[in-house]
C-alpha cells in the first residue's frame, strides 16, 4: 500500500497550476482553505470529490487525505488554519461560497503569506469572521461504497450524458429500481435525481474551464436543452456558464 504523504503544517500561498497539473494525496495536521480564484479546482477525497469554480472555496479539516487537480490554468490560493482554530466548526470537507469581500480577504492574505504585521492580523481576523458567515453549499459528489453502487456509479461518471433511468440501469447491473433508490439513499444521501445532477454540474465545470461552448456542455453532460443547463447552472452558482471561467 502506498503511503500518503504527510505534511504537518497546512500552507498559506498563492501558486499557480498548469491545466491538468495535479497535487498528490496528502494530508496535514491543518485545516485548510483551498479557493482557486482562476479556472477550476478539484479536491479529492476518500468520501467523493468536490469541484470548486470561483464563487466557491472547499474547506478541507486536519488529517483529510485528498489530492487536487486543475482544469484551465489554476490560480490557487491555500490559506492554513492550525488544528485548534476551527471557525466553522466542521469536521468533514465542505462547499462553501465565496463572495466578492471573502475572495478579495483570500487572495491578499496568501499574497502577503509570511509577512507578520498589525494590518495582516486584522486582515486575518475579518477573514474568520467572513468564512464563519460563508454558507455551505450542497456541491458534493459523494463516492459509494455498495459494490451495486460503485457499478451505477461509474458508469455514470464514464459518461455523464448517459440518460437512461435507474430501472435501465439496473437491468445492466442486475438489480431493480427500487434497490438502487434505497442504496442511494442511504449509502450516499441523496436521490438518484440528485447525485446525478451534481456529477453532471462537476463535469460541466471542467468542460467549461476548457472554454467548451455552452451548447455542447450541455449536450455532453445530458441535459435536454442548453435554456435547461443554464437555469440549473445560474440557480446553482449564482451566474451563467457563459460567464465562466472569468477571463
Same mark, same amino acid.
Given at each position: 500500500m502506498e503511503e500518503i504523504r504527510h505534511e504537518p503544517v497546512a500552507p498559506t500561498r498563492a501558486q499557480w497550476l498548469a491545466a491538468g497539473g495535479a497535487i498528490d494525496a496528502h494530508r496535514h495536521d491543518d /485545516?485548510?482553505?483551498?479557493?482557486?480564484?482562476?479556472?477550476?479546482?478539484?479536491?479529492?477525497?476518500?468520501?467523493?470529490?468536490?469541484?470548486?469554480p470561483g464563487t466557491r472555496a472547499i474547506w478541507v479539516p486536519a488529517g483529510t487525505?485528498?489530492?487536487?487537480?486543475?482544469?484551465?490554468?489554476l490560480e490557487l490560493h491555500l490559506v492554513g488554519l492550525p488544528a485548534g482554530n476551527n471557525p466553522l466548526g466542521l469536521q468533514t470537507p465542505a462547499v462553501l461560497s465565496v463572495g466578492p469581500l471573502l475572495r478579495e480577504l483570500i487572495i491578499e492574505y496568501t499574497r502577503t503569506a509570511g509577512e507578520q504585521s498589525a494590518q495582516r492580523h486584522r486582515l486575518r481576523a475579518v477573514l474568520l469572521d467572513q468564512l464563519r458567515a460563508s454558507p455551505q453549499q450542497p456541491q458534493h459528489v459523494p463516492a459509494p461504497t455498495e459494490p451495486l453502487l460503485r457499478t451505477v456509479c461509474a458508469l455514470l461518471r464514464a459518461d455523464p450524458g448517459d440518460n437512461r433511468t435507474l430501472a435501465d440501469l439496473?437491468?445492466?447491473?442486475?438489480?431493480?429500481?427500487?434497490?438502487?433508490?434505497?442504496?442511494?439513499?442511504?449509502?450516499?444521501?441523496?436521490?438518484?435525481?440528485?447525485?446525478?445532477?451534481?456529477?453532471?454540474? /462537476? /463535469?460541466?465545470?471542467?468542460?467549461?474551464?476548457?472554454?467548451?461552448?455552452?451548447?455542447?456542455?450541455?449536450h455532453q453532460c445530458g441535459w435536454s436543452s442548453a435554456s435547461v443547463f443554464i437555469d440549473v447552472f445560474r440557480r446553482t452558482f449564482g451566474h451563467t456558464p457563459g460567464t465562466y471561467p472569468p477571463s
Open positions: /485545516h485548510q482553505i483551498i479557493y482557486a480564484a482562476r479556472g477550476v479546482l478539484s479536491v479529492t477525497t476518500g468520501e467523493g470529490s468536490w469541484v470548486a487525505v485528498h489530492a487536487h487537480r486543475a482544469y484551465g490554468d439496473g437491468r445492466e447491473v442486475g438489480a431493480s429500481d427500487r434497490t438502487l433508490s434505497r442504496l442511494f439513499r442511504r449509502d450516499l444521501g441523496m436521490t438518484f435525481p440528485q447525485w446525478r445532477t451534481q456529477l453532471r454540474l /462537476h /463535469h460541466a465545470l471542467i468542460l467549461l474551464a476548457d472554454k467548451t461552448p455552452v451548447t455542447s456542455v450541455a
